[in-house]
């Protein structure tokens, strides 16, 4: 009998847990309900690469894509940096790569949420867990919506 109580408490457990979004659903909601189409934003890309000394980026986007990407040192990215900011260039960007990391692609992955648009703010990835140097830090700040 005691095993069927837990059991029914496991499943009732499971139940719950079901059909309730995820912190990151929830915030990537907030995101897609505040309507930004165009916005600008320094994002800080913190990891053992040779880029690492020019961050943060200024990223200005508008309709989804990107109007322009620029070291804040105004220095130039070469194309081939820009391919790997790629996957960090839009905030629909960042959410989507999130959601892989979270969903097996890291071993460890912590956001903190902007409260009012629900973009990542802060997030540590540590793809895994037991190496060095596969690390990597976001950091979205002066976030500004456009006209």
Known sequence: MRKFIYIFIALALA???????????RNQQ??????IS???F?????CFCVFSQDMPLNIEVQDGKVVSM???SGKTIEEGNRELFRRYET???????LEKDI????????VAYESKYGYPAQVNIDFVKDATDDEIT???SAFEKLP
Do not use: T
């Not at 969903?103 to 912590?110: K, M, S, T, Y």
């Open 103 to 110: 969903n097996g692609e890291a071993d460890d992955v912590v």
């Open 91 to 97: 905030i629909d960007q960042i959410f989507s790569e």
């Open 42 to 46: 320094s994002l800080f890309i913190g």
């Open 138 to 140: 976001l950091n979205i």
């Open 38 to 40: 165009h916005y600008r």
């Open 15 to 25: 139940a719950c847990s079901m059909g309730n979004p995820s912190e990151l659903e």
């Open 70 to 72: 620029e070291y804040q």
């Open 30 to 35: 907030k995101w897609q309900d505040s309507g």
